[in-house]
């Protein structure tokens, strides 16, 4: 046992409408977590995250907790929030390893799911644990969707994500890699072979670019791109990040640790401004990122980034570098729609839902960053658990 994690559990004050739980977005039971753990009941504690969130072991560790949970802890008055993500995480880890999932009886409806990141595979979880048949599809090799491919591994352990894995197919989930659904199997398609529903989850994966000149060079990157596969990418010596978000700090802080000796920020906005998690810039800071402010690029060209002040002065300048990054979003990608014209999608081309994830196409649901642009892992299980109710009372009346 993990006397630290212990000692964390016992600064909680068990209080009885405990605010923490207010502040998740899936309303993590946390008072009664650490109760049972410390009552030596950590499988009890283990199944009710699990059953409450079954991306629990993820959200423990890249959840902004200092805005959730911690963030409306009553400690934070007089002192130390309880560390909610480290309890959370030792309870949910020991869960995953230590317990066998079984496959339930079919209940003879079958579910497709196109795309695997975080709402992909809550939805599989917490439908096939009720006896539907998952069908999951992904563009890459292997399933996690943003979890693999674009959050770093020092920030989130991939076998983690292998271990999903693993459970996902106990409880009888089929995983379809390599394919991109959209052309050559559409959704027609899959409504032919006999699925009930279709569910899409496929992510914001297309960066959205600034349209100045220089774009295209090849010391110029995007960054979301970047995070797919890192090692493969010779970025010299100095690297200017161009944007100030999540994905920002995940590239500064990746490029540093791929041997890049000086990374910098630069943001068109003041850092009191700055869109990123506090936790997530600070993280960037102690990594010894620097931050420029008040500065937008105009032009970029093999030795560098033109750029003005927006800081009313309007004095232009140049900056030397050997690669730069573009982070200033993500828009989905647009195969499925433009093969099925009436799924409809808004100005930003993300899929427009009912509130309870159900798309302009009787049948096909949806939810996770393409329905709602970039945000949190937790977010996106807190859509998928509304929009599994909304599947199966579907379901239930055909």
């Known amino acids: 046992m993990n006397k630290y994690t212990i000692d964390l559990a016992n600064t909680c004050l068990g209080c009885k409408k405990p605010s923490c739980e207010k502040g998740c977005p899936v309303n993590t039971p946390i008072a009664e977590m650490i109760r049972l753990f410390l009552s030596g009941e950590i499988r009890t504690a283990g199944q009710m ?5 079954p991306l629990s072991i993820i959200c423990s560790l890249v959840c902004p907790h200092e805005k959730h949970c911690e963030g409306h802890c009553v400690l934070n008055k007089k002192k130390t929030a309880v560390s909610v993500g480290s ?3 030792y309870i949910s880890d020991f869960y995953m390893h230590d317990t066998q999932f079984k496959k339930p009886e079919h209940n003879g409806h079958n579910i497709a799911i196109i795309g695997s990141g975080p709402a992909g595979i809550a939805l599989a979880f917490i439908l096939a644990s009720k006896g539907y048949g998952i069908t999951m599809y992904d563009s890459h090799d292997k399933i996690g969707g943003v979890l693999r491919q674009g959050i770093p591994d020092f920030r989130l352990n991939k076998n983690i994500l292998d271990k999903l894995i693993e459970k996902l197919k106990q409880l009888g989930v ?13 959704i027609d398609d899959l409504f032919r072979d006999g699925f009930k529903a279709v569910f899409l989850s496929t992510g914001v994966w297309s960066p959205k670019k600034l349209g100045i000149k220089g774009e295209s060079l090849g010391h110029v990157h995007f960054a979301i791109d970047y995070l797919k596969n890192p090692s493969v990418y010779d970025l010299g010596k100095k ?3 161009l944007g100030a978000g999540n994905v920002a700090m995940d590239v500064a802080r990746t490029a540093v640790r791929n041997g890049v000796k000086e990374v910098v920020i630069m943001y068109r906005k003041g850092e009191e401004n700055i869109p990123a998690e506090k936790h997530e810039v600070d993280c960037a800071k102690i990594d010894g990122v620097k931050f ?6 105009l032009e970029f060209n093999d030795k560098g980034i033109f750029y003005q002040t927006t800081d009313g002065t309007d004095e232009k300048g140049f900056i030397e570098t050997d690669s730069i990054f573009i982070s200033i979003s993500q828009n989905p990608n647009d195969i499925i729609v433009k093969n099925n014209k009436d799924i409809s999608v808004d100005e930003k081309g993300l899929l427009s839902t009912d509130e309870n994830g159900m798309t302009s196409r009787v049948g096909v649901f949806a939810s996770g960053d393409v329905v709602t642009g970039a945000r949190t892992v937790v977010e996106a299980v807190a859509f998928s658990k509304k929009v599994a109710v909304s599947i199966e009372e579907y379901i239930d009346n055909l």
Do not use: Q, S, W
């Open 87 to 89: 309890i959370e995480n």
């Open 49 to 53: 995250l699990f059953d409450n969130n």
């Open 292 to 297: 420029d402010f008040y500065k937008e690029p």
């Open 239 to 241: 690297v200017v990040v």
């Open 174 to 186: 089929i995983i379809r890699p390599n394919i991109m659904i959209g052309k050559n199997i559409t």
